[in-house]
């Protein structure tokens, strides 16, 4: 056993909370027990998720699902794009050992998919199910009110900006603590489409990829209500209201429809961001390797590695591994997760320990980056105006208050793989 991983992913969790206990707006006012709730929480989760084998199982069969889903996908991109999408190749390869993998062709169709399906099972009310009865669970878990609930509850399926619209009628009357819960969550976890995104990224480089993305935002969603009522600790009145989920679409084609288009959007965003940003890392070591330098030249990454190895090191990465982890946290809360997953999937084989990857892998899991609060700032604006003032005051402790989150998500997994 690595006594001194463990140790040290103890002394993370202790540091990451008080971190969060000396950020908070009201130290006089924070609710104690709803915090160790909340860590309690987090880790009987995790445990449940990763460590009982009927639930590993069942989490697997999803990931089965998945896997069904992206081939039924390459189905339909290799009808349309032919070998580029995935089909046999009517040439031999030069070079056996070069890849044919074209990310836009053969990944953002799962994503297509996925959005369509996932629009049908709304309108079917099988996903509005779900939400209601999550919501419940963490009204009587933490106490939230009905709209900070299901918007919490959506955000795993729905993704930060969806998850708000659920609840748009009831934002004007939230909180500024709600309005924050609202907000940390958005940034702690990803969306389903965002999970098969990912997914198809790290196949093959990290076994059972959607299963370790889903548990993480699931493992995420608790800490991510501590964190936010440690740093602004409200009485949050719990309203008997019942938030109306219902369907805005008028048949089952209709709600196939408008998830394609939606996902349309998505993909086209996510294939402009990454030209953008690899483009524009490219650009920055280029600069960087004018520099004065001894040895190998600056990089980005190699920055990003320096100063985020102290957080890797308290999450209880091995040592072996900590600037490679901290280049990824770096590129994650800079620039985003589809970004730092990439270059994850990217690394020579044996750069990083399993249990290195496994952390990494966890604590990459969310939305928590500079232009995504940004784009959260900008809908929650959008959807309530009147609040306008309030939102865009708590963009930036949201974003550190949901890197902590994902920090204490990496840290108890990788804790629970040194004890089982």
């Known amino acids: 056993m690595p006594y001194a991983d463990f140790l040290r992913g103890l002394l993370g969790l202790a540091v990451f909370l008080g971190i969060a206990w000396a950020l908070s707006e009201n130290r006089r006012a924070i609710h104690y027990r709803a915090m160790f709730l909340g860590l309690v929480a987090q880790i009987l989760i995790a445990l449940l998720l990763t460590k009982v084998p009927a639930v590993v199982n069942a989490l697997g069969g999803l990931a089965h699902g998945v896997d069904n889903l992206q081939r039924s996908a390459e189905s339909g991109s290799m009808f349309v794009f032919g070998y580029l999408g995935g089909g046999d190749q009517p040439f031999i390869k030069a070079n056996p050992q070069a890849s044919t993998f074209i990310f836009a062709l053969q990944v953002i169709p799962a994503v297509l998919l996925v959005s369509a399906l996932a629009a049908l099972l ?30 919490t509850s959506a955000c795993i399926f729905l993704g930060m900006i969806e998850a708000p619209l659920l609840v748009r009628p009831l934002l004007p009357r939230l909180s500024r603590g709600e309005f924050f819960i609202i907000m940390v969550d958005g940034l702690s976890v990803i969306a389903g489409s965002t999970m098969i995104l990912l997914g ?104 990003f590695g320096n100063l985020f190895a102290p957080v890797a090191w308290l999450m209880g990465v091995p040592m072996g591994d900590l600037q490679a982890v901290g280049g990824l946290l770096g590129t994650k809360v800079t620039l985003n997760e589809v970004v730092a997953y990439g270059q994850l999937a990217d690394l020579p084989p044996g750069t990083l320990t399993e249990r290195g990857a496994l952390i990494a892998t966890y604590a990459l899991c969310s939305f928590g980056n500079f232009g995504s609060v940004a784009i959260l700032i900008g809908t929650l604006t959008a959807m309530a105006p009147e609040k306008s003032d309030e939102i865009v005051e708590l963009g930036m402790k949201a974003l550190l208050a949901a890197f902590l989150t994902t920090c204490m998500t990496g840290t108890i997994v990788g804790l629970l793989s040194i004890l089982f």
């Open 122 to 151: 709304w309108h079917w009310g099988v996903l509005r199910w779900i939400v209601r009865g999550s919501a419940w669970l963490f009204g009587k878990l933490f106490g939230v009110s009905g709209p900070v609930g299901v918007s």
């Open 200 to 303: 198809g990224m790290l196949a093959g480089k990290v076994p059972g990829a959607f299963t370790h993305l889903l548990t993480a935002s699931l493992i995420s969603t608790p800490m991510a209500i501590t964190m936010a009522r440690i740093i602004i600790p409200s009485d949050i009145v719990r309203s008997s209201e019942r938030v109306p989920l219902e369907s805005s679409y008028k048949s089952s084609l209709d709600a196939m429809t408008h998830g394609t288009i939606n996902a349309v959007r998505i993909a086209a965003y996510v294939i402009a961001l990454l030209i953008v940003f690899i483009g524009s890392i490219s650009v920055v070591n280029a600069l960087l390797a004018l520099l004065p330098h001894q040895g190998e030249p600056w990089t980005l990454t190699s920055i």
